[in-house]
Nanobody
Framework: QVQLVESGGGSVQAGGSLRLSCVDS????????MAWFRQAPGKERDVVAT????????TYADSAKGRFTISRDNAKNTVYLQMNSLKPEDTAVYTC???????????WGQGTQVTVSS
């Protein structure tokens, strides 16, 4: 069974970078499309990026394009989110999940907090 654990969050100044990791301790996620979400205080949870099981296709929210990069290493059961040029509006809890369909996600991790100060 998929068991996702995120790490890599923290506090940075605007313009800084962070690399988030999401590890599947259940070691079964290699066949799934994976997604990163974020939820800011008082806002809905939104998808940030997705990556197919082979890594050959990625998608990004408009807010992430050109600044964030999603990648994965199936041998390490890990999906990454490299975030550059961070802005205060990127402050949120970032969570990874398995994408079943365009509207169905599951096996949510516990999330990791990202705080960007101006």
């Amino acid at each position: 069974q998929v068991q996702l654990v995120e790490s890599g969050g923290g506090s940075v100044q605007a313009g800084g970078s962070l690399r988030l990791s999401c590890v599947d301790s259940g070691r079964t996620f290699s066949s799934y499309t994976m997604a990163w979400f974020r939820q800011a205080p008082g806002k809905e949870r939104d998808v940030v990026a997705t990556i197919t099981w082979s890594g050959d296709r990625t998608t990004y929210a408009d807010s992430a394009k050109g600044r964030f990069t999603i990648s994965r290493d199936n041998a390490k059961n890990t999906v990454y989110l490299q975030m550059n040029s961070l802005k205060p509006e990127d402050t949120a809890v970032y969570t990874c999940a398995v994408r079943f369909t365009a509207t169905q996600y599951g096996y949510w991790g516990q999330g990791t907090q990202v705080t960007v100060s101006s």
